[in-house]
């Protein structure tokens, strides 16, 4: 596991340092590492729901779907911008599983950060040299200009505070879906005018360095990566849920991957 050196306190912002199996500041909060090494700076009062962010369901489903391989097409592509850029310190924000800082944590210094306890579980057990800490990105418990590649792979995008914690000419790698992006999921679960997504850039202030297409389609033949494919996005809260029955008579299932990987560089 990588230094805690660029850690801030959530309660006093500020530095934090590691003594034994805890973290403390200079005003005695104190923040203890857990057995399965990872440290939960999230505060109770900061917390909006008792289990924030994304469920057992959820990331259980997306850890089983991306441990076959359906998007190792775009794992690669996100690890060749990332050698490109030779960065120091890489956040994953908003980590889910820690997939795509997976194989780039034997490489760089990475702190994956998500809201969702469950979701650092498993990054914690997947990602052994990662810094896995539970926290909103809203409010990272990071040092100003600490870090040089943000990993921002379909999550939430806090503007601001990713510019406090970028180097200045740091980079957003940022994933967000295509107008195609699971197209035939989408028409088999909702009406037509819900099909397409919106691309657009959340970070209109950054710099664009680049901005490219990542799109195949592959057949799934197995109703468990079905199933798991719709657990693991927010349609099945919006509509997969009661039809249930109907998704578990799936056989296989031709679906299209549509990504859109933009690098953002700060000015
Ligand atoms: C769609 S998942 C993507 C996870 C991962 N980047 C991936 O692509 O496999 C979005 C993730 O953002 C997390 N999340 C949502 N709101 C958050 C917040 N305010 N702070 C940190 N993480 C958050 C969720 O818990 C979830 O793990
Ligand atoms: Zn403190």
């Known amino acids: 596991?990588?230094?805690?050196?660029?850690?801030?306190?959530?309660?006093?912002?500020?530095?934090?340092?590691?003594?034994?199996?805890?973290?403390?500041?200079?005003?005695?909060?104190?923040?203890?590492?857990?057995?399965?090494?990872?440290?939960?700076?999230?505060?109770?009062?900061?917390?909006?729901?008792?289990?924030?962010?994304?469920?057992?369901?959820?990331?259980?489903?997306?850890?089983?779907?991306?441990?076959?391989?359906?998007?190792?097409?775009?794992?690669?592509?996100?690890?060749?911008i990332v050698d490109d850029e030779k960065p120091t310190y890489i956040l994953d924000a908003g980590c889910g599983t820690g997939y795509y800082s997976h194989n780039l944590e034997q490489k760089y210094n990475v702190v994956a950060i998500d809201i969702s306890k469950e979701a650092i579980h498993f990054t914690?057990?997947?990602?052994?040299?990662?810094?896995?800490?539970?926290?909103?990105?809203?409010?990272?418990?990071?040092?100003d200009c600490c870090i040089d590649l943000i990993l921002n792979i379909f999550a939430p995008k806090p503007k601001e505070e990713f510019k406090r914690i970028l180097k200045n000419n740091g980079v957003i790698v940022e994933v967000v879906p295509g107008k195609e992006h699971l197209k035939e999921l989408k028409e088999i679960m909702f009406s037509d005018d819900a099909v397409s997504n919106k691309e657009k850039f959340a970070f209109s202030d950054f710099k664009i360095k680049s901005?490219?297409?990542?799109?195949?389609?592959?057949?799934?033949?197995?109703?468990?990566?079905?199933?798991?494919?719709?657990?693991?996005?927010?349609?099945?809260?919006?509509g997969g849920r009661k039809n249930e029955g109907m998704f578990n008579q799936i056989k296989s299932l031709d679906v299209t991957f549509d990504f859109i990987i933009n690098v953002l560089e700060k000015l």
């Not at 990542?214 to 809260?237: A, F, G, Q, R, W």
């Open 1 to 80: 596991m990588i230094s805690a050196e660029i850690l801030i306190c959530p309660k006093c912002h500020q530095e934090l340092k590691k003594t034994g199996k805890s973290l403390f500041c200079e005003n005695a909060h104190c923040f203890d590492i857990a057995r399965n090494n990872y440290i939960n700076l999230l505060l109770c009062n900061k917390k909006k729901s008792k289990f924030p962010g994304d469920d057992k369901t959820m990331i259980s489903a997306r850890n089983n779907f991306l441990e076959k391989g359906y998007f190792e097409k775009l794992r690669k592509a996100i690890e060749q």
């Open 124 to 143: 914690a057990k997947n990602n052994k040299n990662s810094l896995s800490i539970v926290s909103s990105i809203y409010e990272l418990p990071l040092k």
């Open 211 to 238: 901005s490219n297409k990542l799109k195949y389609s592959v057949k799934i033949i197995e109703n468990d990566d079905v199933i798991n494919l719709i657990k693991m996005t927010p349609y099945y809260y919006t």
